[in-house]
């Protein structure tokens, strides 16, 4: 073999071209110390001397790829003696050029390289080799050794002064290929940041890296590096931007590029002029300055490209954002006050005119150079602030007044940035009285539109800290009140609620003592006195205490202010509960819906935290449980009527609030509090609910009959046991599971014994791996397979067979999230059931409930142990199994199989879906044919982005794809009110 040879056989070998692996088998032994480089130089001999070039380079190839493989074995003698040979091959034959260059580029990265030798190379290079002659692999190499010495050598190549600028610009000028660009443009932009000397090529460096903006290049289909347009313009602008030295040459050129009529020109212009402002300042723009402004002022104008008008504001805040940064002589002139001058006389005459197209594309330049600095915020707000007070006193058409104050809103909101700086001064305090006249005129206004803008407008100076007096938030709040309970339009509710949360978070005290009380007496009116005949169409049923609800909840943005109106929402739900009527069943999920909203809002903040867990909870808690007692005596013959607190959608909404209470990260609160809840669950213990009269005892794990109304509230056990952090341990769970289990495989009420499963499913998927987990589920699974045989007992019912079924989906998708080795055995499990006569159906539905996100367990949110990737894993598992098993199944039961593939492959990211795709495409288009509709919209659904994406793979199916749409359009599994005409795209 030509490992066991010496170095002169492998050397030989490679010289007659027998076996080209010796190079490789020549490095491995000099790695391993069993050979040195220069025994290899010296076993090519005559090789190197040969007078044939042709020889010549083949000795020089196999020496370079050697290097290539083991530069890091040679020590410091072999590096001096190669890169003085490699020196002198420069001179030789072109023929050799390109392995003396591979040789080169491997010495180069050499740790070991004498001083002053990076510098010869280097010389040589610029001296021996014409670059751009060269193929772009050896150009590629050229850049490689500089860029090499460069990250190594930076001080020794600096001593080359100027020269070495000059020789990278003579071997970089005429570059072409994209691959050497990048490298090119590193290296450029290294010159200039390491700071090296440049001397008098400044201007030389500029033009021979300038030349190539802006970009326009295409990659070629297919192309194998993968090297976009962003990836060149990106590197390029890094040079163009690396110094202020070049704004002199840069910015004429961005000026001149702005006129051409090139979308992606002008868009590239702008961005690199918002990226050299960051270094530049008042001398570098000075100059320029005019030709910059009527550019970007002509394309804020005049562009319909929503992306040029963006860029183009981004380059003007980054001018005057650069100016404000320069300092001020005594003497010279403030170029920025000078600019914004400019801007202001360009753009204030524009707002004088409402009704005209410039109006906003005015205020969008103001705001922007405004937004670079306060210095430039207060220049501009104390000139158009005078000016749009006026126009809006002028102008009396709504439309025009809604233009004016949607102008002063964005300047107001600017304050923001600098409100926090105690030493500035605020210029909105001087027109704060005219403001407030102007915002409170809007909000009475007999316009929607116009009261929209003026509630938002308040919004913002309601938020300034300081800036309005107590009498002008009182009145704020009044007309709030206002908006809220007696205008129609939703949208203005809607802006009248936002304005609420922000205010009420600076001034908590004006909310509490103006805005709870109004809205706690009209929850306390009676429902069916709050609406008559008369009342316009836009109040629908029980309008006022709608928003009622929505507006306590608003405002609780404060500790001080949630004990206000978190008692009301708690008294309403307690007073709806004594009503049995169907329509307060909304009210009470609306109540619901409003207490999460503030639980998510204050969940950060200690005082409520501890507010809910020791008071809201045991309510909710105490109102259920209650509720579950009186329905459950009904049950038994009593002639008290079921409360709406036992109707599933409410109890799953009471759920939500546990859940994201339960959820926060309070570890010792939390702890304390959710044993009070197993406690009741369990043991029936209701010492710390407020209610302690109940009429009867609450024991929903109790058997035998266990009355739905008390069993169904194991959702409210899972929405507090299953949204625990995981470093929460949950009390008495061994107890618990064992219940849970038994809820599992006796329950009747579906709602139950899915809240059951449920509840097992979130706790197992956090409980701690090991024996014991492992022993619980192997108890499950005998259960369960128990259970799910068809012959024999009690157990063949269908009923029975579907809740064990629930339970074995849940327990699945608890284990699939977390990785466990026996998701897979229960997974197959599911999948036999796809032909199952009772469950089949069932079972294909169930898997898109594995790869779906579930809203109220097993979820990050109630921080359950979801792997990243998890889908992905699971279609590489599965996805083969589903497919034999369709293959093998019978006519009736291929539909499920479908079913479960559809539900699968709709789960995947749409990358991953694309690149899956095609291998299925075939049974995929027989999935057409199914006359399922689940399955017809769910493989469409999995067509569409193929068809978008990646049409050629459809082309070679698109007339099978064609005849089965075709098939579909008069299919009788088609959505009867689908419409076929008259769709509005």
């Known amino acids: 073999m030509a490992a066991d040879l010496s170095v002169v056989g492998l050397v030989e070998e490679f010289m007659v071209g027998q076996h080209d692996e010796s190079a490789k088998d020549l490095a491995t032994g000099v790695i391993n110390g069993k050979y040195t480089a220069l025994e290899i130089v010296e076993a090519l001999g005559g090789s190197l001397i040969n007078s044939e070039p042709r020889t010549r380079g083949r000795g020089v190839h196999l020496l370079s790829q050697v290097l290539l493989l083991s530069y890091s074995s040679l020590n410091q003698k072999e590096v001096e003696v190669l890169v003085i040979f490699y020196i002198d091959r420069l001179k030789d034959h072109h023929l050799l050029t390109p392995y003396v260059l591979q040789g080169l580029k491997a010495l180069s990265t050499s740790s070991v390289l004498p001083e002053g030798l990076a510098v010869a190379v280097l010389k040589a290079l610029f001296q021996e080799l014409h670059v751009q002659s060269l193929l772009q692999s050896d150009r590629h190499s050229v850049y490689n050794i500089i860029s090499n010495f460069m990250d190594t050598r930076e001080q020794e190549l600096k001593g080359l002064g100027a020269d070495f600028t000059y020789g990278f610009i003579q071997a970089m000028d005429g570059e072409k290929d994209p691959r050497n660009l990048l490298l090119a443009f590193q290296i450029s932009k290294d010159l200039i940041v390491n700071d090296y000397d440049l001397g008098p090529f400044v201007e030389e460096l500029f033009e021979v890296t300038s030349c190539y903006f802006p970009v326009d290049f295409t990659p ?13 313009v990106l590197s390029l602008r890094s040079v163009l931007t690396a110094t202020p030295r070049f704004a002199e040459f840069l910015l004429p050129l961005l000026v001149e590029k702005l006129d051409s009529d090139v979308q992606s020109s002008k868009v590239d212009s702008l961005q690199t002029l918002t990226a050299c402002c960051k270094d530049y300042r008042k001398k570098d723009l000075k100059e320029f300055l005019p030709a910059l402004w009527h550019s970007i002022r002509r394309e804020v104008f005049q562009t319909a490209v929503e992306k040029i008008e963006i860029e183009g504001l981004a380059a003007l805040q980054a001018i005057a954002t650069a100016l404000s940064k320069s300092v001020i002589d005594s003497d010279a002139e403030d170029s920025l006050d000078t600019f914004l001058s400019n801007v202001l006389q360009d753009c204030e005459h524009h707002l004088c005119e409402p009704d005209m197209k410039l109006v906003w594309p005015s205020a969008k330049l103001l705001q922007a150079a405004a937004s670079a600095s306060y210095r430039a915020w207060y220049k501009i707000t104390n000139s158009i602030y005078p000016l749009l007070l006026e126009q809006f006193n002028k102008h009396k058409q709504s439309s025009q007044r809604w233009t004016i104050l949607g102008i002063l809103k964005v300047f107001i909101k600017l304050a923001d940035n600098w409100s926090k700086d105690e030493e500035v001064e605020n210029p909105l305090c001087a027109f704060k009285d005219q403001l407030c006249v102007l915002v409170f005129s809007a909000l009475t206004d007999s316009s929607a539109q116009l009261q929209i803008v003026g509630t938002s407008t308040l919004a913002v100076l309601g938020s300034q800290q300081g800036l309005l007096l107590p009498s002008d938030i009182k009145l704020s709040v009044d007309h709030l009140n206002r908006l809220i309970l007696q205008e129609d339009d939703p949208q203005v509710c809607a802006a009248a609620l936002e304005a609420s949360t922000a205010i009420s978070a600076i001034h908590p005290s004006a909310f509490i003592n103006r805005m709870v009380p109004p809205l706690t007496r009209e929850l306390s009116t009676e429902l069916e006195e709050v609406r008559d005949c008369t009342e316009p169409p836009a109040r629908s049923e029980n309008f006022l205490h709608r928003r009622c609800i929505q507006a306590l909840a608003a405002i609780s943005t404060r500790p001080s202010i949630v004990q206000e109106t978190v008692p009301v929402l708690l008294k309403y739900l307690t007073d709806l509960q004594k009503d049995s009527a169907d329509s307060k069943s909304e009210l009470a999920i609306l109540t619901c819906n409003s207490l999460k909203l503030v639980a998510e809002q204050c969940k950060d903040a200690g005082e409520s935290s501890k507010y809910f867990h020791q008071k809201v909870i045991p309510c909710l808690l105490g109102l259920a449980v209650q509720a579950s007692i009186q329905a459950s005596a009904v049950e038994c013959g009593s002639e008290a009527p079921l409360g709406i607190l036992c109707e599933e959608k409410v109890i799953t909404a009471l759920g939500t609030v546990i859940s994201i209470v339960y959820s926060q990260r309070q570890t010792e609160l939390v702890s304390r509090t959710i044993s009070q809840v197993v406690a009741l669950f369990l043991d029936g213990n209701d010492s710390f609910l407020p209610e302690d009269n109940f009429p009867g005892k609450f024991h929903p794990f109790h058997t035998p009959n266990l009355p739905w109304p008390q069993t169904q509230l194991i959702a409210l056990l899972q929405a507090a046991v299953c949204s625990l952090p995981k470093d929460v341990v949950v009390p008495q769970q061994g107890k618990l599971l064992a219940h849970l289990m038994e809820l599992c495989c006796t329950s009747n009420h579906r709602f139950t014994y899915t809240s059951a499963a449920k509840c097992v499913a979130g706790l197992l998927n956090k409980y701690p791996a090991g024996e014991q987990l492992d022993s619980v589920l192997q108890c499950m699974l005998k259960k369960v397979d ?84 998890y889908r992905q894993r699971f279609f590489t598992e599965n996805v083969p199994k589903l497919v034999q098993g369709f293959h093998a199944a019978g006519k009736d039961n291929k539909s499920n199989y479908l079913k479960a593939l559809s539900h699968v492959l709709n789960s995947l990211p749409k990358q991953v879906l694309l690149t899956e795709l095609p291998s299925l495409l075939t049974l995929l288009l027989e999935a057409l044919s199914c006359s399922d509709q689940v399955v017809q919209l769910s493989t469409l659904g999995c067509l569409h982005p193929l068809l978008l994406e990646a ?29 076929t005409c008259g769709r509005q795209c």
């Open 951 to 979: 049409p050629q793979i459809m082309s070679l199916h698109i007339e099978t794809l064609v005849n089965k749409l075709l098939n579909l359009t008069t299919s009788p599994a088609m959505h009867p009110g689908f419409p």
């Open 786 to 869: 128990c259970e799910l045989q068809r012959n024999g007992g009690d157990y063949s019912h269908p009923a029975s067979r579907t809740r064990i079924f629930t339970l074995l989906l849940w327990l699945t998708k608890s284990l699939v999230l977390r990785y466990h080795p026996l998701a897979a055995t229960l997974t197959d499990k599911l999948m036999s059931l796809l032909t199952d006569p009772d469950l089949g159906t069932e079972a294909a539905d169930g898997f898109s409930l594995l790869v779906s996100d579930s809203t109220d367990v097993l979820n990050r949110a109630t921080h359950a142990d979801v792997r990243i990737m």
């Open 220 to 232: 070629p289909p297919n192309d194998p590096h993968g090297i976009s347009q962003d990836d060149l």
